[in-house]
């Protein structure tokens, strides 16, 4: 897997050698010596260049496939794991790159996002443009901002315990660039507030959205909202996450996938439902739990194949076997080949659960079970409508779909975490008893600060434990 990169400190260096390397088209060629932030950023065309370096960085969203599959119930090792991951499998990890760099990198990765918007950001409002360019500013504006505040929500979640706004260890909020500076933890509830008003400014900078202008590779008013239910859903704003998923199904832009289209979406031959993607032309996910030779590195547990009946689409789309072993089939490939096949990063299937989850929590079981029950009827062939006796059962069944239907998709790890709910493996899945249950008060629902950020940042604070 990825090895650790970064920490904040050098976040700002590594962001301006790849905002200079993605704009070199645009400038005449100099001595390396000679380019500058100033010169880097003279047209609305550099600031484009920029702004799609920066969604580059966001790839990093494949930590959070990875580490959501190592330290949930979603995996195993595989067959031919030589290693990779072990560590993490088994909590063992600690927060050097040694023990530690999967669940490290996502630190590195994410403020590399930051650096890089950070760097681009203050120079929208000053390079050049055409009449006809003007209203690009508030468009790359709006992709920075956006961006940003993704990318300090994948940190908290990751790096701070359940959402309380008097936590004050969240993480540093680094809103400009100084390669000396040594930011300390903010609170949970001032990096909240700075997500919210990130996402909030960009979507208003955004024109409205059809399904003619819709693009799932780039930010816009819809899949923005399906962050903000996200976001709201973690730090329990259920009817913020109600109104948010409702604004993303109501667009009505990326209806549903049925049972008939659901196997495309994952072979990139369909882009039914998919709110946002990361674009992947060589490489890519599926090399994150197999080879191209077949060798199975990191499989599917036992517990998620059981988990699905036969009648459900989802069994043979997400799990593979070759007659000896299971392994994921979801993003094994395309037709571009073995391993490469774009990150989806949302999905409306996720709205859905999001809804039915926020109902559940409200105590309005026939508009939550109705959510479910929808998307259940989307992907279960013959599916006949369950009912619920209460908000508590409702809340059990969504969360085990969200299992079933998100699975590495980034999101059990924190799924059972925000639910306060323990990683409880089956026997099948482990080689020792020691590593099959993960409480709720473990230290491993909370990764650690990378050790070199510690070392290097005076008035940095580390996770309790490590």
């Given at each position: 897997?990825?090895?650790?990169?970064?920490?904040i400190l050098?976040?700002?260096?590594?962001?301006s050698?790849t905002?200079?390397?993605?704009?070199?088209?645009?400038?005449?060629?100099q001595?390396l010596?000679?380019l500058?932030e100033?010169n880097?950023f003279?047209?609305?065309?550099d600031?484009?260049?920029g702004?799609y370096?920066?969604y580059?960085?966001?790839?990093?969203y494949?930590?959070?496939?990875?580490?959501?599959a190592l330290?949930s119930?979603e995996?195993?090792l595989?067959?031919?794991?030589s290693g990779g991951?072990?560590l993490?499998y088994r909590y063992?990890?600690?927060s050097?790159a040694?023990?530690g760099?999967d669940v490290?990198a996502?630190w590195?990765?994410y403020y590399?996002?930051i650096g890089?918007?950070?760097?681009v950001?203050p120079?929208v409002a000053?390079v050049t443009a055409?009449?006809d360019?003007?209203?690009?500013r508030?468009?790359?504006?709006?992709?920075l901002?956006a961006l940003?505040?993704m990318?300090?929500?994948?940190?908290?979640?990751a790096?701070?315990?359940?959402?309380?706004a008097?936590n004050?260890?969240?993480?540093?909020?680094v809103l400009?660039i100084?390669?000396?500076?040594q930011?300390?933890r903010n609170?949970a509830?001032?990096?909240?507030?700075?997500i919210?008003?990130?996402?909030n400014?960009a979507?208003?900078?955004?024109p409205?959205?059809?399904?003619s202008n819709f693009?799932?590779?780039?930010?816009?008013?819809?899949?923005?909202a399906a962050?903000?239910?996200?976001?709201a859903?973690?730090?329990?704003?259920?009817?913020?996450a109600v109104?948010y998923?409702?604004?993303?199904i109501?667009?009505n832009?990326?209806?549903?996938?049925?049972i008939s289209?659901?196997?495309d979406i994952w072979?990139g031959?369909?882009?039914?439902?998919?709110?946002f993607r990361?674009k992947?032309?060589?490489?890519?996910?599926g090399?994150?739990w197999?080879?191209?030779?077949?060798q199975?590195?990191i499989?599917?547990s036992?517990?998620l194949?059981s988990?699905?009946?036969?009648?459900d689409?989802?069994?043979?789309?997400y799990?593979g076997?070759n007659?000896t072993?299971?392994y994921?089939?979801?993003?094994?490939?395309s037709s571009?080949?073995?391993?490469?096949?774009d990150?989806i990063?949302?999905?409306t299937?996720?709205?859905?659960?999001i809804?039915?989850?926020?109902y559940?929590?409200?105590?309005d079981i026939?508009?939550?079970?109705?959510?479910l029950n929808?998307?259940r009827?989307?992907r279960?062939?013959?599916?006949?409508d369950e009912?619920?006796?209460s908000s508590?059962?409702?809340l059990?069944?969504v969360?085990?779909?969200r299992y079933?239907?998100l699975?590495?998709e980034g999101?059990?790890?924190?799924?059972?975490?925000?639910n306060?709910?323990?990683v409880?493996?089956?026997?099948?899945d482990?080689?020792s008893s020691?590593?099959?249950?993960?409480?709720?008060?473990?230290?491993y629902?909370?990764l650690?600060i990378?050790s070199d950020?510690i070392?290097?940042?005076?008035?940095?604070?580390q996770?309790?434990?490590y």
């Amino acid at each position: 897997m990825k090895k650790y990169r970064n920490i904040i400190l050098v976040a700002a260096a590594i962001s301006s050698f790849t905002i200079i390397s993605s704009c070199k088209k645009q400038l005449d060629l100099q001595p390396l010596a000679s380019l500058s932030e100033d010169n880097a950023f003279q047209t609305i065309d550099d600031i484009k260049a920029g702004t799609y370096a920066g969604y580059s960085f966001y790839g990093a969203y494949a930590d959070n496939m990875y580490i959501s599959a190592l330290l949930s119930d979603e995996a195993k090792l595989g067959a031919n794991n030589s290693g990779g991951g072990a560590l993490e499998y088994r909590y063992q990890f600690g927060s050097d790159a040694t023990s530690g760099a999967d669940v490290v990198a996502a630190w590195g990765d994410y403020y590399g996002v930051i650096g890089q918007v950070n760097r681009v950001l203050p120079k929208v409002a000053t390079v050049t443009a055409t009449p006809d360019q003007e209203p690009l500013r508030d468009y790359y504006k709006a992709q920075l901002l956006a961006l940003r505040g993704m990318a300090f929500f994948e940190l908290l979640q990751a790096y701070s315990k359940n959402y309380d706004a008097s936590n004050p260890l969240g993480v540093p909020l680094v809103l400009d660039i100084n390669p000396t500076g040594q930011p300390a933890r903010n609170s949970a509830g001032d990096v909240m507030n700075q997500i919210v008003s990130d996402l909030n400014d960009a979507k208003s900078l955004l024109p409205a959205v059809t399904a003619s202008n819709f693009t799932d590779t780039l930010l816009n008013q819809v899949n923005i909202a399906a962050y903000q239910a996200r976001i709201a859903l973690y730090r329990k704003d259920y009817d913020a996450a109600v109104t948010y998923a409702s604004e993303v199904i109501n667009s009505n832009v990326k209806p549903l996938a049925d049972i008939s289209s659901f196997p495309d979406i994952w072979v990139g031959a369909s882009d039914a439902e998919v709110l946002f993607r990361r674009k992947y032309t060589g490489g890519g996910i599926g090399s994150l739990w197999s080879t191209s030779a077949g060798q199975i590195l990191i499989a599917p547990s036992d517990k998620l194949v059981s988990s699905y009946s036969g009648s459900d689409v989802r069994l043979p789309v997400y799990i593979g076997t070759n007659g000896t072993n299971n392994y994921v089939n979801k993003f094994y490939g395309s037709s571009l080949g073995v391993g490469v096949v774009d990150a989806i990063v949302a999905r409306t299937a996720e709205m859905y659960l999001i809804r039915a989850e926020a109902y559940a929590n409200k105590n309005d079981i026939v508009s939550g079970a109705a959510d479910l029950n929808f998307l259940r009827s989307h992907r279960i062939n013959g599916y006949v409508d369950e009912s619920f006796a209460s908000s508590t059962a409702l809340l059990n069944a969504v969360i085990e779909e969200r299992y079933k239907e998100l699975a590495f998709e980034g999101f059990r790890y924190f799924d059972l975490k925000r639910n306060s709910l323990p990683v409880q493996r089956q026997a099948s899945d482990v080689a020792s008893s020691e590593w099959q249950t993960l409480p709720v008060d473990s230290k491993y629902f909370v990764l650690p600060i990378p050790s070199d950020e510690i070392k290097a940042n005076s008035n940095m604070v580390q996770n309790p434990g490590y």
